[in-house]
């Protein structure tokens, strides 16, 4: 059975850093890709990050130099650690994963950047 559950949402000021966790299970990270994705109130849900196969990373251009997606097969766990967060990151954050063509979420966990 596929499951993903987020961790380490929170809230911050601006400035401040966060670092997101996604415990997966059910299959391998190994040779897979999986993403980061997020969803403010009242928008549609973006893509963030995604971390490739063969460990090559992407960013969404907002986030680029400040969000780092890393993970660690052993532990089949991914990572975001998110730097010099600003308001506009409110969001909930999810994790995403394509295993035998069907499309896993995990419920997300909330982040909130404010003064």
């Known amino acids: 059975q596929v499951k993903l559950v987020e961790s380490g949402g929170g809230s911050v000021q601006p400035g401040g850093s966060l670092r997101l966790s996604c415990a997966v299970s059910?299959?391998?990270?190994?040779?897979?890709?999986i993403g980061w994705f997020r969803q403010a109130p009242g928008k549609e849900r973006e893509g963030v990050s995604c971390?490739?196969?063969?460990?090559?990373?992407y960013y969404t251009d907002s986030v680029k130099g400040r969000f780092t997606v890393s993970r660690d097969i052993a532990k089949n766990m991914v990572y975001l650690q998110m730097n010099s967060l600003k308001p506009e990151d409110t969001a909930v954050y999810y994790c995403a994963v394509t295993v035998l063509g069907r499309d896993y979420w995990g419920q997300g966990t909330q982040v909130t950047v404010s003064t």
């Open positions: 059910g299959f391998s990270l190994d040779g897979r890709a």
């Open positions: 971390i490739d196969d063969d460990d090559t990373t």
